[in-house]
């Protein structure tokens, strides 16, 4: 077997490969990191994003344009509610942790701020650890990170995350910052939305985590005194929103344990990248600058396990719903019928078990679709009567 580095090299090579020459990857982020979560068995969307493949530009040199992600628009209104909210060096950030998240410390004044800037995300990722290390060996003190950098490992690659803001509160503790351009209209905002943005969040909590793990375990070759203990990683996150229909920050205090543990496992299923790379073709590529048909046999190449809810998280959704319909597969009918139709794959298999010309009739899936066919027949024929 070849040693570790060889092989993260090897790897590396083939998802740029994967990607077509001097395709530049797209980084993972954590709003992608949440939907793949979403949908652990897509080999599909595994590799497409392992490899850093720009799956709007795919879909689109595909035939199949995806309407999904953010417009420009909202993007811009975006950027300026966040500076407006981080203006001051974060007082108003800060004063909102304090009073929603943390008021029994002392009221937030002459915070740490520091510069996070580096070369690369493994260079901000570097300095924001540091950071981080630094305030948990200094604690008594408000210090915001402002646009840290994290990294995460998915399925064997890593992924670099940049949360809004992660906040150390006096004793120690962590919370990461969620800014939204949508509204909270008296005190609540739209359930999908948060649901969202907790999800989100609940993968920057789990990058942290692993940063806290990592000071914890430290450290060789440092004297006990520099030693510090793993910072706990808060699981209530601070959600700031424009209050109303006006751009003055509100906050809310939203509870991610759920969210935490669900993306937790579902990541931890991920199947390998590098297994999903080693099965597929030799001289496979995902270019968009490729003919349509080559492409089309490509994405083909890797498994996908299409579902209703890839429309709202994947930019392949209509290539893969199309491809799903037209092979019959019973997955693009939703989640919960696939489950109750057990070994039964394809709609044509589904409609012949019903008719009763396949399929074992000690099967309840098989048995159940018989007794419906037999209740509507026996409607229709009332009905006509
Ligand atoms: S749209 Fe396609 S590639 Fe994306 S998650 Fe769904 S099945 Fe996978």
Not at 113 to 133: C, F, I, K, S, W
């Amino acid at each position: 077997m070849p040693p570790p580095r060889t092989r993260g090299t090897a790897l590396r090579h083939r998802l740029a490969e994967l990607r077509g020459p001097d395709v530049p990857a797209k980084a993972l982020d954590a709003r992608a990191l949440a939907a793949l979560a979403a949908n652990p068995g897509c080999a599909r969307r595994a590799i497409l994003d392992g490899a850093g493949v720009n799956k709007a530009a795919l879909a689109s040199a595909l035939g199949s344009p995806s309407t999904f992600g953010q417009s420009q628009f909202a993007l811009t209104r975006g950027n300026a509610f966040e500076a407006k909210v981080k203006a001051d060096g974060g007082a108003e950030l800060l004063r909102l942790v304090h009073e929603k998240l943390d008021r029994s410390a002392e009221p937030p004044a002459d915070a740490r701020v520091p510069d996070l800037t580096a070369t690369g995300p493994q260079g901000r990722t570097a300095r924001t650890a540091l950071e981080l290390r630094e305030a948990a060996a200094h604690p008594g003190a408000w210090t915001l990170l402002d646009h840290p950098m994290l990294a995460l490992d998915v399925a064997g690659s890593p992924a670099f995350l940049e949360p809004d803001a992660v906040v150390v509160h006096p004793d120690g503790s962590w919370t990461v910052v969620e800014i939204k351009s949508f509204p909270l209209l008296d005190g609540s905002a739209d359930p999908a939305k948060v649901g969202a943005a907790a999800r989100q969040a609940a993968v920057y909590v789990l990058a942290l985590e692993e940063v806290a793990a990592r000071l914890g375990a430290e450290p060789e070759g440092r004297g006990a005194q520099d030693r510090v203990a793993a910072p706990r990683v808060r699981h209530r996150i601070l959600l700031v929103c424009p209050r109303d229909f006006s751009n003055q920050p509100a906050a809310s205090a939203v509870d991610i344990r759920k969210q935490r543990a669900v993306t937790a496992r579902q990541l931890a299923r991920l199947t390998r990248i590098e297994d999903i790379a080693d099965a597929l073709p030799e001289g496979t590529c995902f270019s968009p600058e490729l003919p349509a048909e080559e492409l089309t046999a490509a994405v083909e190449s890797v498994p996908a396990t299409y579902a209703p809810e890839c429309l709202s998280a994947c930019e392949l959704a209509f290539h893969c719903r199309t491809r799903s319909r037209e092979t019959g597969a019973v997955t693009s009918l939703g989640r919960p019928v696939r489950a109750e139709l057990g070994g039964l794959t394809t709609v044509e298999d589904v409609l012949a078990a019903a008719r009763g010309e396949a399929g074992d009739p000690d099967d309840p899936a098989v048995a159940a679709l018989r007794r419906a066919a037999a209740l509507r027949a026996e409607a229709l024929e009332a009905a006509c009567r």
